[in-house]
């Protein structure tokens, strides 16, 4: 594989890993939303959950792409 080839493939992995990482930012912010303006008890577990969840999704998303910056 040539040299422009595998820049061109890191480079669309870098931006797959970057639109993953704005997507699951949104998320988050969208969880927080939820977890702010719900008063049922049951609801306020499951958004905590959820809020864990995506902040978890986000620290593995956001260590593929640090290790997608570092091999470039």
Do not use: H
């Not at 890993?17 to 939820?34: C, F, M, P």
């Not at 719900?38 to 620290?59: C, F, H, V």
């Amino acid at each position: 594989m040539s040299k422009r080839m595998i820049r061109k493939e890191t480079q669309l992995m870098l931006n797959n890993a970057g639109d993953e990482l704005k997507d699951l930012r949104r998320q988050i912010n969208d969880a927080y939303a939820v977890f702010n303006r719900t008063l049922d008890p049951d609801r306020l577990d499951a958004s905590i959950l959820e809020i864990n969840a995506l902040q978890s999704k986000y620290g593995i998303a956001l260590k593929n792409f640090k290790s997608i910056q570092i091999n470039q």
